[in-house]
């Protein structure tokens, strides 16, 4: 299910103008001959209803700080929410955005949690999208593969994520 995130992010806009440079721009030329960093945002809930702002500013706040300080630009077209579980590999918007690479240079995630919340998981998604070439970054941990430390790190997490999940009682998709 997809929703229509304009007005959440044109309040987000108005309550952050210090990011309307890199964030939730309206009109972007997409020709390839614009020198502009695209990326695109990536986000996810369990519930199957629009956002409520104070989620969506949840998320979209470390995105827009990273888009900033990665000075990138992430248009409105390329912001998703998605519902459903962090443990299903067949999102419908994750297919198609790996399905049309050309689109955007990379992905950035408010956190590791939103793309996947086991190791095995968010090993085939993140092997998915580098055949896709798509870069990734999570707001929440450093994200450059090329550290010897970072996938040691990767490990780590994700198995405390899986952890966690085992830990906590299944959420109701209402």
């Not at 630009?73 to 929410?81: A, G, L, M, T």
């Amino acid at each position: 299910m997809e929703v229509d995130l304009r007005e959440t992010i044109d309040n987000f806009r108005a309550a952050y103008p210090e990011f309307s440079d890199h964030f939730g721009l309206e009109t972007v030329d997409h020709s390839p001959l614009t020198p502009l960093n695209l990326w695109g945002c990536y986000c996810r809930s369990a519930a199957k209803e629009p956002p409520p702002y104070y989620t969506a500013d949840r998320q979209f706040l470390p995105v827009a700080r990273a888009a900033r300080q990665m000075d990138v630009i992430v248009p409105i077209e390329q912001i998703f929410w998605e519902f459903g579980s962090a443990d299903d590999p067949h999102r419908p918007i994750l297919r198609r955005i790996m399905a049309n690479p050309y689109e955007i240079k990379g992905l950035i995630f408010p956190s590791l949690d939103r793309l996947a919340r086991n190791h095995a998981l968010l090993e085939h998604l993140e092997f998915q999208f580098w055949k896709a070439r798509i870069k990734l970054y999570y707001c929440d941990i450093e994200s450059d593969r090329g550290s010897i430390y970072n996938p040691m790190m990767y490990e780590a997490v994700a198995e405390m994520l899986e952890a966690r999940r085992r830990r906590i009682p299944r959420r109701s998709t209402r």
